[in-house]
């Protein structure tokens, strides 16, 4: 028999709701006209349909449920919130950074850009007006399409292997060949700014992105927009960035639509992978418990409610200094001409399964899809009704075909290819091409002597620095070198090198530890303290809790931005991430993709550094579980000839070693890593 417990006292346990609280904003739009804003939109779906079906590979429904988010970005205008950027430059360091980090809906861009760089090119045909010229070099042509999910190494030599070089179709090809559009977003692709990937490594360096703008001074109105889908953000690096760039204050600077149609590859999030009885699973409450400002609309297809939302978040205060989130319920597989689930007779082929795998070419659903588009605008597609062209020269004279085909209803549509180029072109009048900015953008800090090997002080410099916001003057003694015979770790002479670069560079070279600055030595290479948009503008200290992931992807969106008007010139800072070895493998994959990205960028980029080897007798004591002799062999993974890993051995050796690699890697570009 049990012998009952005696109550001595009652103790209170709260459990813990969601709570769901709508605050309206009422929006009064102008005249934007959204006819023409329809049309563009159907036509980029049709257009990344043609591409997806003549290649027979790619993703339909992510990127048809991105299409009005794409398309309300890229014409609204800054006024209503759209993109401040020029087609005719569109890597112009000034530009709004445009963001695609769902990497693999990049075919409604390429489908986009094509439509408005034809509309360039026809009007100025048209009209002689040199305003609409553009470089065929800068600009996606309907040749292109061609070039589909195509390594460029296949597609030099395409038409020569089908018979097809002198055929009037391709006549393109012969201005600069046939572009390859690769199968995700790279920064490389007009006005994106991300190399989309795996583990939501894109979105995650949206955060570093924005500081290092409003490090460097620039008007509020230049933002960074990125499109992500909710399966993405699921991922680590992407949940790290929510609270980082909450801690950063990057404000309204950065604005994420989320493209909500709760559709993955293979299943439903919501329903799917979680069980639709637990309703407190709410994507929308998710970031407003991190801390963020939340936008909400009904349906984030329809072109009112996309501009209604993007006016309001460009005219909210820019004080308020939370990262913005539009929460947008879209339709995976949406499409224009879609009537009660129905598209020309067929059922829509709508969430998970509208993934590309069944669709054959030229078979029963594509067809459905093109001949609604057909009697939308009174044209009429080539051989789509014949089945599969029997060879490749035909597969591809009829894919050329449609693409011009698609391309005229720009003409049959009374006025729209001028609409399209001069939307355009105003859009592109509104870039600051002189902003006032903190830094000198025509100048390479890290090109100076005192960095070179040569010239590095042996004696210990005492030096004094002025926080230009607080007037306060800071003094700090940096040591590179100790006499022969010191007893000194190499990795107490961290801190050391980093405090030089940050005194010649006047603040050039920002940290990022992972709630450990301290402890693995690059705190105090911060001369003036922890970073603040608004208290100290000036710092190069960042925050960071325990988030190796995220705080890598931050410092790699830092130094992947330039503000030299010059591609060929860096105006830019430098950044350190680093936490005890064990962990630093979390921060492979973002820098293993901004090694790709450097190397392929047409301009300068940054030197990102990470701290790999640091450790100590805590982690060897605790070798079962933290394994730090691991974590430099991760590094030597990347690319011969992309990364420098130092190893040192005394503390003189650092700075002589550190500062010889720094030389290197500016005088080779496609080194961009520094371990």
């Known amino acids: 028999m049990t012998t009952p417990a005696t109550v001595l006292q009652r103790v209170t ?16 739009l102008p005249d934007y006209e959204r006819g023409r804003f329809d049309d563009i939109a159907f036509m980029t779906a049709m257009n990344l349909c043609l591409m997806g079906n003549y290649a027979q590979t790619g993703h339909f429904g992510g990127p048809l449920a991105y299409t009005p988010y794409n398309v309300a970005c890229h014409l609204a205008g800054p006024d209503l919130g759209g993109l401040r950027y020029d087609l005719r430059n569109p890597k112009f360091p000034y530009s709004d950074k445009f963001m695609l980090s769902g990497g693999h809906n990049i075919p409604t861009c390429y489908a986009l850009w094509m439509i408005l760089y034809e509309a360039l090119r026809q009007q100025h045909v048209a009209t002689g007006d040199d305003r609409f010229a553009v470089d065929p070099n800068v600009a996606i042509l309907p040749i292109d399409a ?14 020569a292997q089908n018979g097809l070089t002198d055929h009037r179709l391709f006549a393109d090809a012969k201005l600069r060949g046939i572009r390859s559009l690769a199968g995700h977003a790279e920064t490389t692709d007009v006005t994106n700014d991300v190399n989309g990937g795996p583990s939501g490594i894109g979105i995650a360096t949206a955060a570093g992105k924005a500081v290092f703008w409003d490090y460097i001074g620039a008007s509020a109105d230049l933002k960074v927009i990125a499109l992500e889908g909710e399966f993405a953000l699921t991922e680590g690096h992407a949940q790290e960035l929510k609270s980082i760039a909450l801690s950063q204050q990057v404000g309204k600077r950065l604005r994420v639509l989320l493209s909500m149609n709760n559709a993955g590859i293979d299943d439903t999030l919501i329903g799917g992978v979680i069980k639709p009885r637990y309703t407190d699973y709410d994507i929308a409450q998710q970031w407003v418990s991190w801390g963020w400002n939340v936008f909400q609309v009904d349906d984030a297809n329809d072109f009112d409610q996309v501009i209604a939302a993007l006016k309001t978040m460009e005219e909210w205060p820019a004080d308020d200094r939370r990262p913005m989130i539009l929460v947008g319920p879209t339709t995976k597989g949406w499409w224009p001409a879609a009537q009660d689930g129905k598209v020309s007779g067929q059922s829509q082929v709508i969430s998970y399964p509208s993934h590309p795998y069944g669709m054959k070419m030229n078979s029963g659903y594509f067809l459905a899809l093109a001949e609604s588009f057909e009697h939308r605008y009174g044209i009429t597609f080539d051989g789509i009704r014949d089945g599969v062209p029997e060879t490749d020269a035909a597969r591809l004279i009829q894919f050329k075909t449609n693409i011009d085909t698609l391309m005229s209803v720009m003409e049959r549509q009374v006025g729209l290819r001028a609409w399209v180029a001069e939307r355009v072109i105003d859009i592109a009048a509104k870039v600051d091409h002189a902003p006032s900015l903190r830094i000198d953008p025509t100048t390479n800090p890290f090109l100076d002597d005192r960095l070179k090997v040569e010239n590095l002080p042996t004696e210990a410099q005492d030096v004094a620095v002025t926080n230009p916001h607080t007037g306060e003057e800071v003094t700090r003694r940096i040591t590179l070198f100790h006499d022969a015979g010191a007893k000194k770790g190499p990795r107490r002479a961290i801190s050391e090198i980093g405090a030089w670069l940050n005194y010649v560079t006047s603040g050039r070279f920002l940290t990022m530890a992972a709630d450990l600055s301290g402890s693995i030595n690059i705190e105090n290479a911060n001369l003036l303290g922890h970073y603040d948009p608004v208290d100290n503008p000036y710092g190069t200290r960042l925050k960071a809790a325990i988030q190796e992931a ?9 130094v992947s931005q330039n503000a030299s008007p010059d591609p060929k010139k860096y105006a830019g800072v430098w950044g350190i991430s680093g936490t005890y070895g064990a962990f630093t493998p979390l921060m492979y994959t973002p820098a293993r993709v ?4 450097n190397q392929d960028s047409p301009f300068e ?20 579980t933290h394994f730090g002799i691991f974590a430099p062999q991760t590094w030597t993974l990347l690319p011969r000839g992309h990364v420098i890993n130092l190893y040192f051995w005394d503390y003189n050796d650092v700075a002589a070693g550190y500062f010889a690699a720094v030389q290197k890697a500016i005088e080779i570009k496609e080194i961009g890593i520094i371990v």
């Open 13 to 28: 346990v709260h459990t813990v709701t969601s709570k769901d609280t709508l605050e309206a904003h009422p929006v009064e």
């Open 146 to 159: 061609l070039g589909f999910r195509r390594g460029a190494g296949a597609l030099k030599t395409l038409l």
């Open 550 to 558: 995220g705080n890598a992807s931050t410092i790699v969106g830092l």
């Open 594 to 597: 901004f090694s790709q990205m």
């Open 605 to 624: 980029l940054g030197i990102l550094h990470v701290l790999a080897g640091h450790s100590g007798p805590e982690t060897a004591a605790d070798a079962r």
